[in-house]
């Protein structure tokens, strides 16, 4: 494992810090309070280029390589886990046009979501699925020239200010995904609020009632775009979110190092207590193991090795249990303070528990890993019936 | 053509180490497609054989055998000559 960051790298990494800290920062826990992203503020990001990072630079994006958007995306994490999830999802259509999408799409789309003029909403969850995301029931029907959408998305993360749907359906079970434009006639969205964490990420239901959308939007091949398209975004999403949980460690145990190191009980700072010092220590490690993953995953995405999509995984799946760890901590370590919106560690400990149930929960990530590795060492005819069984690779939501 | 069968047996061989596949042998069949083989077997093949995959190669019917994917990295092959 080889995970030395270039000059270049931790140049960018100081500059994104400074934005998130000194642009961002000021508005997270109102936003928090109020469920709602200011357009000053995703204004403001679109003018750094953040929210076209991933995209080549001759549609108008930063070209930024796999491992420097992690760190930005480190960067967001450790400020706002809604910030940082507007990044994800702008960032997996940005992919999956740059990797699935047609000459046309890309000239067309490229561009608008490079610059943030067009924002992208990813819709693959439905309210009665989710993790069995192979087995979606909003279908689509050939007409001519045009495809016709029925059915229902939900949990669009900030799909309420969002231009352009990637929106999965299904015909016989073939899965094929669609952009669809937010003035087409027959998609309506429904914003959701109360949600526990990630609380200004403006999600919305979206109801698709005969949806016409021309045959040219549809993207990556038909039938197979759950393997190819689904997958592709959402293992970029899963790299996403872990490096947002290493932000979000690193805010827990930032947070927690300076109240321990001002509050005094029992006559000495809390630093100086045993069981206090075992939280920071478990903290600081998992921070540096997940950190240590993520820079592995987004080596191997930068050579498009194929062992990166296990990397996503496993990064996924360590970094959101770290995360939910320190916010845990976090939150104990202050006390009563940490139960107070006076203090960012309640919403650290909220937006972690999101952490463990997007982009493919730990359970999920749990059956994944352990049937990979079963399938490596187990013979044949076992190999048919658990390992390589469709939906058990398929769950990643 | 055979070479190409060659370096596609043995990345299969890679994640199915105890499976010997047929050629014509259907890979969904044997439940071998799934969201996270799918991506790894695209990106091997466009960066093995250096060609690019285009929505109309995305067919699972060019997925489906040794012998589907092979003919159709030969393919692209040509038309990038």
Same mark, same amino acid.
């Not at chain 1, 992208?120 to 309210?127: D, K, V, Y």
């Not at chain 2, 995959?53 to 994917?69: E, V």
């Given at each position: 494992?080889?995970?030395? &960051?270039?000059?270049?790298?931790?140049?960018?990494?100081?500059?994104?810090?400074?934005?998130?800290?000194?642009?961002?920062?000021?508005?997270?826990?109102?936003?928090?309070?109020?469920?709602?992203?200011?357009?000053?503020?995703?204004?403001?990001?679109?003018?750094?280029?953040?929210?076209?990072?991933?995209?080549?630079?001759?549609? @108008?994006?930063?070209?930024?390589?796999?491992?420097?958007?992690?760190?930005?995306?480190?960067?967001?994490?450790?400020?706002?886990?809604?910030?940082?999830?507007?990044?994800?999802?702008?960032?997996? &259509?940005?992919?999956?046009?740059?990797?699935?999408?047609?000459?046309?799409?890309?000239?067309?789309?490229?561009?608008?979501?490079?610059?943030?003029?067009?924002?992208?909403?990813?819709?693959?969850?439905?309210?009665?699925?989710?993790?069995?995301?192979?087995?979606?029931?909003?279908?689509?029907?050939?007409?001519?020239?045009?495809?016709?959408?029925?059915?229902?998305?939900?949990?669009?993360?900030?799909?309420?200010?969002?231009?352009?749907?990637?929106?999965?359906?299904?015909?016989?079970?073939?899965?094929?995904?669609?952009?669809?434009?937010?003035?087409?006639?027959?998609?309506?969205?429904?914003?959701?609020?109360?949600?526990?964490?990630?609380?200004?990420?403006?999600?919305?239901?979206?109801?698709?009632?005969?949806?016409?959308?021309?045959?040219?939007?549809?993207?990556?091949?038909?039938?197979?775009?759950?393997?190819?398209?689904?997958?592709?975004?959402?293992?970029?999403?899963?790299?996403?979110?872990?490096?947002?949980? #290493?932000?979000?460690?690193?805010?827990?145990?930032?947070?927690?190092?300076?109240?321990?190191?001002?509050? #005094?009980?029992?006559?000495?700072?809390?630093?100086?207590?045993?069981?206090?010092?075992?939280?920071?220590?478990?903290?600081?490690?998992?921070?540096?193991?997940?950190?240590?993953?993520?820079?592995?995953?987004?080596?191997?995405?930068?050579?498009?090795?194929?062992?990166?999509?296990?990397?996503?995984?496993?990064?996924?799946?360590?970094?959101?249990?770290?995360?939910?760890?320190?916010?845990? =901590?976090?939150?104990?370590?202050?006390?009563?303070? @940490?139960?107070?919106?006076?203090?960012? #560690?309640?919403?650290?400990?909220?937006?972690?528990?999101?952490?463990?149930?997007?982009?493919?929960?730990?359970?999920?990530?749990?059956?994944?890993?352990?049937?990979?590795?079963?399938?490596?060492?187990?013979?044949?005819?076992?190999?048919?019936?658990?390992?390589?069984?469709?939906?058990?690779?398929?769950?990643?939501? | 053509?055979?070479?190409?069968?060659?370096?596609?047996?043995?990345?299969?061989?890679?994640?199915?180490?105890?499976?010997?596949?047929?050629?014509?042998?259907?890979?969904?069949?044997?439940?071998?497609?799934?969201?996270?083989?799918?991506?790894?077997?695209?990106?091997?093949?466009?960066?093995?054989?250096?060609?690019?995959?285009?929505? =109309?190669?995305?067919?699972?019917?060019?997925?489906?055998?040794?012998?589907?994917?092979?003919?159709?990295?030969?393919?692209?092959?040509?038309?990038?000559?």
């Amino acid at each position: 494992m080889s995970t030395d &960051l270039t000059l270049q790298q931790r140049e960018a990494q100081i500059k994104f810090a400074a934005f998130a800290q000194h642009s961002l920062a000021p508005f997270v826990d109102e936003m928090d309070r109020m469920e709602f992203t200011p357009a000053h503020l995703l204004q403001e990001i679109a003018l750094q280029g953040y929210l076209g990072a991933l995209a080549p630079r001759q549609f @108008g994006g930063q070209g930024l390589d796999i491992s420097t958007l992690g760190l930005l995306h480190e960067e967001f994490g450790r400020v706002c886990s809604s910030l940082r999830s507007l990044l994800t999802v702008q960032s997996m &259509l940005i992919y999956a046009l740059m990797w699935r999408g047609s000459e046309a799409q890309k000239a067309r789309w490229l561009p608008p979501l490079a610059r943030g003029e067009m924002i992208g909403a990813f819709g693959l969850t439905e309210p009665l699925i989710g993790s069995d995301a192979r087995h979606i029931q909003t279908h689509f029907l050939l007409d001519g020239n045009t495809f016709i959408l029925n059915g229902q998305k939900k949990w669009l993360t900030y799909g309420q200010i969002a231009d352009l749907f990637l929106i999965f359906a299904q015909q016989e079970g073939q899965i094929s995904a669609f952009l669809v434009e937010k003035d087409t006639p027959g998609l309506t969205l429904i914003p959701l609020r109360g949600l526990l964490g990630t609380r200004a990420s403006m999600l919305v239901e979206v109801h698709l009632q005969d949806c016409r959308v021309p045959r040219t939007h549809l993207l990556g091949g038909s039938g197979f775009a759950f393997e190819t398209v689904a997958g592709l975004c959402l293992a970029l999403g899963r790299y996403s979110v872990a490096c947002g949980c #290493v932000g979000l460690v690193q805010a827990c145990l930032d947070a927690s190092l300076l109240y321990v190191d001002q509050r #005094v009980q029992f006559n000495v700072l809390l630093l100086e207590h045993q069981l206090i010092q075992q939280m920071i220590t478990n903290m600081a490690t998992n921070l540096t193991a997940s950190r240590l993953l993520c820079h592995e995953t987004g080596r191997l995405m930068d050579q498009a090795s194929s062992e990166s999509l296990l990397s996503t995984w496993m990064a996924k799946y360590f970094s959101s249990l770290a995360a939910h760890q320190a916010a845990q =901590d976090a939150v104990q370590i202050h006390g009563a303070n @940490g139960c107070s919106s006076d203090y960012a #560690v309640q919403r650290y400990l909220r937006d972690a528990t999101v952490m463990e149930i997007i982009e493919g929960s730990t359970q999920i990530q749990q059956t994944t890993i352990a049937r990979y590795y079963a399938n490596m060492q187990m013979p044949s005819t076992t190999n048919r019936s658990f390992g390589m069984d469709v939906d058990g690779f398929a769950r990643g939501v | 053509m055979d070479t190409i069968k060659q370096q596609l047996h043995a990345f299969l061989a890679r994640f199915f180490p105890r499976v010997s596949l047929a050629d014509d042998q259907n890979l969904f069949q044997l439940g071998f497609i799934n969201s996270l083989f799918a991506i790894q077997l695209i990106s091997f093949v466009e960066n093995e054989f250096a060609i690019k995959l285009d929505n =109309d190669d995305l067919d699972l019917a060019h997925f489906s055998t040794i012998q589907s994917i092979a003919a159709l990295i030969l393919r692209k092959r040509e038309l990038n000559v």
